[in-house]
């Protein structure tokens, strides 16, 4: 990934990108933020609350105006910026949106707002399939839930490209973690994208990727043989999560222990929703687990 933090780097005939400076475990080098049309501009992901980054964007549309603002989900990460980037542009801002979808009891925490902003109301809510226009750009929204159940990629038809967020990343499979994240939402979210003839993806951290449907199945083989892997611990040891992972996650350091289990976690909420195994809510993880299939 070719970038320096502040400057704008072409991607494609209308499409810029600039890297906020937030870099971090989940995070990679930092959030992109995209810059889409010539005349009048999109936004993809604002990024952080950090004026430098604001900066950068508003001197990369260059006096140009800048009109919508899109939001791929609401994690602090792509979504924080918004509110000062409205007030310099007065773009109207367009996502799924946040507010009006129930709260799990797990998030609704200092920790789980540290992350997702949960009253995140956009001035207009888009769902599947709906076009954004400007002058000289057409968007189209896929709802892909999974990473977060309100995650929309974005495809600019004209290239034949699609902003992925942070369903489909090249430099790390996404952080699929319950509540937040749903293993069954991922894996139809990654189908979805395996129907629409495109291959080049422009995912919120990272650079491009080339021949994206063959890291898409990839990621949906590594899930189902990861998932698989944790379907024999329970039925063939009768293990719990923190088995699992001491299992498969061998020599783990200890403070990953806790979000190597939220994966587990999400794969083991899978297994039951599909019957195979069985346990008593709430899950964590000591909790007995036993295969019913
Ligand atoms: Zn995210």
Redesign the pocket.
Known sequence: MNFSYGIPGGILPGVVRLVANNPGPFTHKGTNTYLIGSKSLAVIDPGPDDPLHREAILTAANGRPISHILIT?A?R??LDGLAKLQEATKAISMAYGRAHLEVPEQLNSPSGRDFVDLDFAPDVRIEDGAVIEGEDWKLEALFTPG??PDHLCLLLADQNVIFSG?HVMGWNTTVIAPPEGRMADYNASLSKLLDINCDLYLP?HGGRLEDARRTVKAFLLHRQWREQAIHDAIRNKGLNIRGIVALIYKGLDEKLIQAAGLSVMAHVEHLKEQGFVAYEAPLDLDTEITATS
């Open positions: 989900h994690h990460d792509h990473h977060a942070d919120g």
